[in-house]
């Protein structure tokens, strides 16, 4: 979702390490506020980094709260509206290894952007069983969505255009935290 | 790693990397298996079709719930009770199916070489769900499969396949895909049943079951087909049973005690395989079974959910 296939080079830096943890921290308290206190939460993590963020939420609330919330983790590629468009379909599998009946389910993804990862996403909960509520947090909104749906917790609004790109760069994954945005090479 | 084939045919096509990439995902589809609702939309408006002209009951119905499990629609000819009967020909009975554009044709046949015809021949992707004694390469991938969540690795592990090597569509599609994932394989049977080029794939052979069986990782039993006993292949089915048959006393004596049973299925009980390790803790045959339904839907996922359509 986030790196482009073209080369690309870093247009600027949206969020530094200690912004990014900020951020976590803010969604965090709001996702406590918001459903008044931990009881029958669950954190679904999108393929890739949406499942680190989501372990850090985790964290986070673990800390505040005390409350240690089940994670889960979400593959939606046999759900995507374009899996004909995308070349081999990489199945990396989902492991949700707790009922998510009668819980409110708190999806993570790294960048919203058009929607339709969130989309397939309900899909892909929904056929799982049937939760009391779904919200959604992403660390970046980066706008041009295509469908009706809208973020209830967000690490940072950015605005961009089509062609730039949005990394989001984990320690886990790619040795430091920090957000950027990137735009092709011009040829 | 990407998946550019039109078709599966045999193992003895894929490289190293397509066979992981088959096994991996099937690995990953193995999860649908235990939800509630089972089903994903990944192949909603495909549809598969399922041409079986020889008998079946795993390979048929693990296609059909494979597709139905993706969201395609499937279809299921047998030959008996069709336009066959009437004397149609394979070819003609194949295109008048491809006729009415499906996008996988699954196709069993005892003549070697079928599916490579339809591949040839029609333009939707063709599976090989077992031609004659050439290759039945979804049964050697879920063996794969069950082999390395069982043994964790594919890389150094001994193989023993033991049996009708000769007729066998089963040996030959485990064989080229053992040995292409750094596997050692023994096969050994009868000296009748043991093919002469045997060799030339790259296994060792032997001709006693104590030796075949001694320190390998997995003990792969092969069905006796009775008609080979007509055909003068071997002298009785008693014999054969005395010679090959896996007991558990020949386990107990010559075999790791960490092996494991494998069998393709049908299995002749009291044959090639005693009741008492069918049954037994090393034999994992149900587990084989559970996981041709996710190499199906791999395999039709691979072939079908990358391409064509109009993305919607």
Redesign the interface.
């Known amino acids: 979702m986030s790196s482009p296939a073209r080369p690309s080079r870093e247009k600027a830096q949206v969020l530094d390490e200690a912004a990014l943890d900020r951020a976590l921290t803010r969604i965090a308290h709001e996702i406590l506020e918001r459903n008044g206190g931990a009881a029958d939460l669950a954190f679904v993590g999108l393929r890739t980094r949406g499942i680190t963020l989501a372990h850090r939420l985790a964290a986070k609330i673990a800390r505040i709260d005390g409350a240690a919330l089940p994670v889960g983790t979400l593959d939606i590629t046999l759900y995507r509206d374009d899996l004909a468009m995308r070349g081999t379909p990489v199945i990396r599998g989902t492991d949700i290894p707790f009922s998510i009946k009668g819980k409110t389910v708190v999806l993570v993804d790294d960048v919203l952007f058009t929607g339709r990862t969130i989309r397939a996403a309900l899909d892909a909960i929904i056929d799982l069983g049937r939760p009391t509520a779904i919200q959604l947090a992403c660390l970046i909104d980066r706008g041009h969505r295509e469908l009706p749906i809208r973020p209830d917790y967000v690490g940072k609004n950015l605005p961009t255009s089509r062609r730039e790109s949005v990394a989001v760069r984990l320690r886990e994954h790619d040795g430091e935290d920090r957000v950027v945005i990137e735009e092709p090479e011009e040829a | 790693?990407?998946?550019t084939r039109k078709d599966l045919l045999a193992m003895r096509d894929l490289d190293a990397g397509e066979i992981l990439?088959l096994v991996?995902?099937a690995?990953?589809?193995q999860?649908i298996a235990t939800?509630?609702?089972k089903?994903?939309?990944?192949l909603r408006g495909k549809t598969v079709v399922n041409l079986f002209y020889e008998a079946s009951t795993r390979t048929r119905t693990s296609f059909e719930i494979a597709g139905k499990w993706?969201s395609a629609d499937v279809v299921n000819f047998s030959a008996g009770g069709s336009s066959v009967s009437k004397g149609e020909s394979f070819i003609d009975t194949a295109k008048n199916i491809a006729a009415m554009s499906p996008d996988v044709v699954v196709v069993r046949h005892a003549a070697s070489g079928a599916a490579a015809l339809l591949a040839r021949e029609l333009p939707c992707s063709i599976v090989n769900a077992g031609d004659g004694t050439h290759e039945h390469p979804t049964q050697a991938l879920l063996d794969l499969l069950t082999i390395r969540e069982r043994k964790g690795h594919f890389e150094g592990l001994h193989v023993a396949i033991v049996g009708d090597i000769a007729h066998s569509r089963v040996a030959r599609s485990n064989i080229h895909g053992m040995k292409k994932l750094g596997m050692t394989v023994t096969v050994a049977g009868p000296p009748t049943l043991i093919p002469p080029f045997v060799q030339e794939l790259g296994v060792k052979v032997a001709y006693r079951l104590e030796d075949a069986i001694r320190d390998v990782d997995v003990i792969m039993m092969l069905r006796l087909q009775h008609e080979r006993m007509a055909a003068g292949l071997i002298p009785s089915l008693r014999e054969y049973a005395r010679y090959w048959g896996l007991s558990l006393d020949r386990l107990a004596r010559h075999a790791r005690p960490d092996v494991l049973i494998m069998h393709p299925g049908p299995v002749n009980r009291g044959v090639e395989l005693a009741p008492e390790v069918a049954d037994g803790p090393y034999s994992v045959i149900l587990d084989q079974v559970a996981k041709g339904v996710a190499v199906r839907m791999?395999v039709l996922?691979?072939l079908a959910?990358?391409?064509?359509?109009?993305?919607?």
Do not use: N, Q, Y
Request: hydrophobic letters at 45%; charged letters at 25%; proline letters at 3%.
């Open positions: 790693m990407g998946w990439l991996d995902t690995a990953s589809l999860e939800r509630e609702i089903k994903v939309p990944a993706l791999a996922l691979l959910g990358g391409k064509g359509g109009d993305g919607a």
